[in-house]
């Protein structure tokens, strides 16, 4: 990202006349193991297993990552972003940055089209970003990630303006993101409603188009042979090489690796962790393992409700619960402990966390003593004027097996137990959920987001993105220094201010008891030794586009 960085202190032009110098230098992602060698193969069908369903297929209103993932074979971007960070051309063959970074000029393609037919053009541009900030759309996501957008101008056919009320210098990276990819205009004109269902109202420009969906068990995506505008970091250009693409939904660990070692699918996302020596072993097969950049998966404190109003309480629940063993024991080992809210992948990541606030019972014991929480029920838990130190923590009844989560709250819980904190876990269902979280009604929610930015901490952190503005701020908190310091990570890529101003937002977190990092996402993707060409993107995500199967 730093490399990247330094360019755009400057007003910056990328034009198409380097895009063969930067398909030739730059990392088109991560490679898995099995796409070293031989000639790519057209055809044929790769039937992948994820671990999660899509609540809802619209890019543009679900916070899901699965969905971004699933779609950014579907969804074409402006500009793409490599693993280093850099930005180069796809939809946009160059592009130029106001000095204030409250415009940005992107000069477009002029042979894409949508799989309905429809051109791609600066219209197309404005219809989807105008698509976004709609009320109706019910943005959870998409939207923030436009920032102080005030609309897009068409200054000609294939020429589009973007510009917002504020400095925005993170929109270049916002702008490679699934989230703000484009669908047909005439789609969003004729099937606004049909979107968050997928299937073939969900026309995009990407190399696959999406076919068909059969909720609960798959989606079909079937290779777009008019193709021939991917991004300067994919390995080739024209359409993809498969025929055909199945997404398998598989919620169940044992069913989704056995379905891989038995070769019903040829590759299986998020393979459980003890399962990995497993997948290892078996002769045909191999595991790719990559740390995720942007937020970790983090418990946020509801720093405005009883009793997390306290920061003394808010202290005493972070250091009371052991994640090193609680994590090293749920995950194999497998993920990393986290120090921070977001990862060591992450650009401005502070590495000084690390080992600064270790699992300390004891100090729980005294900050409780000291807010007044000193009593004691029959059940061990604490009180004070009769009534029991409890928090509510929902779970998400459709992602509750994640990445053995559930597991990891039960650890949590006990810990919890052990200092005289009940915590409550009950499981929802979706709208139950979202009225206690976004509500402001809980006092734990727990939350991972990958994004290759630092920017993800004012999603995480600035009062601006509270959730009633249809923002993910879990800790329900206006703090000065975060707000200013996160509103100035966004007005430049300059990079001392950028390594000065996130340290501060992710010490003050921490200091603050806001957060409670628990580890950092590792994808482990196992995948059979036919698969070739397999990658991910800068957001850790697996794009197919490049990937074959061997005869």
Same mark, same amino acid.
């Given at each position: 990202?730093?490399?990247?960085?330094?360019? &755009?202190?400057?007003?910056l032009?990328?034009?198409? #006349?380097?895009?063969?110098?930067l398909?030739?230098? #730059?990392?088109?992602?991560?490679t898995?193991?099995?796409?070293g060698? @031989?000639?790519?193969?057209?055809?044929?069908?790769?039937?992948?297993?994820?671990?999660?369903?899509p609540v809802?297929?619209d890019?543009h209103?679900?916070t899901q990552d699965?969905?971004?993932e699933?779609?950014?074979?579907?969804?074409d971007?402006?500009?793409?972003?490599?693993?280093?960070?850099?930005?180069?051309?796809w939809?946009?063959?160059?592009?130029?940055?106001?000095?204030?970074?409250k415009?940005?000029?992107?000069?477009?393609?002029?042979d894409?089209?949508f799989?309905?037919?429809?051109?791609?053009?600066?219209?197309?541009?404005?219809?989807?970003?105008?698509?976004i900030?709609?009320k109706?759309?019910?943005s959870l996501?998409?939207?923030?990630?436009?920032?102080p957008?005030?609309?897009t101008?068409v200054?000609?056919p294939?020429?589009?303006?973007?510009?917002?009320?504020?400095?925005?210098?993170p929109?270049?990276?916002a702008?490679?993101?699934?989230?703000?990819?484009?669908y047909?205009?005439?789609?969003?004109?004729?099937?606004a409603?049909?979107?968050?269902?997928?299937?073939?109202?969900?026309?995009?420009?990407? /190399?696959?188009?999406?076919?068909?969906?059969?909720?609960?068990?798959?989606?079909t995506?079937?290779?777009?042979p008019?193709?021939?505008?991917g991004? $300067?970091?994919?390995?080739?250009?024209?359409?993809?090489?498969?025929? +055909? &693409?199945?997404?398998?939904?598989?919620?169940t660990?044992?069913?989704r690796?056995?379905a891989?070692?038995?070769?019903?699918?040829?590759v299986?996302?998020?393979?459980?962790?003890?399962?990995?020596?497993t997948?290892?072993?078996? /002769?045909?097969f191999?595991?790719? #393992?990559?740390?995720?950049?942007? @937020?970790?998966?983090n418990?946020w404190l509801n720093?405005?409700?009883?009793?997390?109003?306290?920061?003394?309480?808010?202290?005493a629940?972070?250091?009371?619960?052991?994640?090193?063993?609680?994590?090293?024991?749920?995950?194999?080992?497998?993920?990393p402990?986290?120090?921070?809210p977001?990862?060591?992948?992450?650009?401005?990541?502070?590495?000084?966390?690390e080992? $600064?606030? /270790?699992?300390?019972? +004891?100090?729980?014991?005294?900050?409780?003593?000291q807010?007044?929480?000193?009593?004691?029920?029959a059940q061990g838990?604490?009180?004070?004027?009769?009534r029991?130190?409890?928090v509510n923590w929902p779970?998400?009844?459709?992602?509750?097996?994640?990445e053995?989560?559930?597991?990891?709250?039960?650890?949590?819980?006990?810990?919890?137990k052990?200092?005289?904190?009940?915590v409550?876990?009950?499981?929802?269902?979706?709208? =139950?959920? %979202?009225t206690?979280?976004?509500g402001?009604?809980?006092?734990?929610?727990?939350?991972?987001?990958?994004?290759?930015?630092?920017?993800?901490?004012?999603?995480?952190?600035?009062?601006g993105s509270a959730?009633?503005k249809?923002?993910?701020n879990? =800790?329900?908190?206006k703090?000065?220094?975060?707000d200013?310091?996160?509103d100035?990570?966004?007005?430049?890529?300059?990079?001392?201010?950028?390594?000065d101003?996130?340290?501060?937002?992710?010490?003050?977190?921490?200091?603050?008891?806001l957060v409670?990092?628990?580890?950092?996402?590792?994808s482990?993707v196992g995948e #059979?030794d036919h698969?070739?060409g397999?990658?991910?993107?800068a957001? %850790?995500? &697996? =794009?197919y586009?490049d990937a074959?199967?061997?005869?």
């Open positions: 990202m730093r490399a990247s960085l330094s360019r &755009l202190t400057r007003p032009v990328v034009t198409v #006349s380097g895009l063969l110098l398909t030739a230098c #730059s990392s088109a992602g991560d898995s193991g099995g796409s060698s @031989g000639r790519p193969v057209q055809g044929g069908t790769l039937t992948a297993a994820v671990d999660t369903e809802s297929w890019i209103a679900s699965v969905t971004a699933i779609q950014r074979q579907v969804f971007s402006l500009v793409s972003q490599d693993s280093s960070g850099k930005f180069h051309p939809l946009a063959t160059g592009w130029e940055v106001s000095d204030d970074y415009s940005y000029t992107f000069h477009l393609r002029k894409v089209t799989s309905d037919g429809t051109r791609f053009d600066a219209s197309a541009v404005k219809a989807n970003f105008d698509h900030v709609a109706s759309t019910k996501y998409a939207v923030s990630l436009l920032g957008y005030t609309g101008q200054v000609d294939y020429t589009a303006k973007v510009t917002f009320a504020k400095p925005f210098a929109f270049l990276q702008a490679s993101t699934t989230y703000l990819g484009f047909s205009p005439k789609a969003i004109a004729a099937d409603g049909k979107l968050a269902a997928g299937g073939p109202a969900d026309v995009g420009s990407g /190399p696959f188009v999406f076919s068909n969906y059969t909720k609960g068990q798959s989606a995506l079937t290779r777009n008019k193709y021939k505008w991004p $300067s970091t994919a390995a080739h250009t024209g359409p993809a090489y498969l025929d +055909k &693409l199945v997404i398998r939904f598989l919620p660990a044992s069913v690796s056995g891989l070692t038995s070769g019903q699918v040829q299986a996302k998020a393979i459980p962790p003890q399962n990995v020596r997948v290892k072993a078996t /002769p045909g191999d595991l790719i #393992s990559r740390r995720a950049p942007g @937020g970790n998966y418990l720093g405005s409700l009883a009793p997390l109003d306290d920061q003394r309480v808010r202290k629940i972070q250091r009371g619960i052991d994640i090193d063993q609680d994590v090293k024991t749920v995950t194999f080992g497998q993920y402990r986290a120090w921070s977001i990862s060591p992948t992450t650009p401005d990541y502070d590495k000084s966390l080992g $600064s606030w /270790p699992y300390d019972p +004891k100090l729980s014991a005294k900050l409780l003593d807010a007044g929480w000193t009593g004691r029920d838990y604490r009180t004070k004027n009769g029991r130190l409890t779970l998400l009844s459709i992602q509750a097996t994640r053995g989560r559930d597991v990891l709250a039960q650890a949590i819980q006990a810990d919890l052990k200092i005289g904190v009940e409550r876990h009950p499981s929802l269902d979706l709208g =139950t959920y %979202n206690e979280v976004y402001g009604k809980a006092n734990f929610v727990d939350l991972s987001w990958p994004r290759f930015s630092p920017d993800v901490l004012w999603l995480f952190l600035n009062s959730p009633a249809g923002g993910i879990a =800790t329900f908190v703090d000065a220094d975060l200013k310091w996160t100035q990570g966004r007005a430049t890529l300059d990079e001392k201010v950028h390594a101003v996130y340290a501060k937002v992710q010490q003050r977190a921490i200091d603050q008891a409670v990092p628990l580890y950092t996402q590792v482990l #059979s698969v070739r397999l990658t991910f993107d957001s %850790n995500w &697996l =794009t586009y074959w199967l061997t005869k």
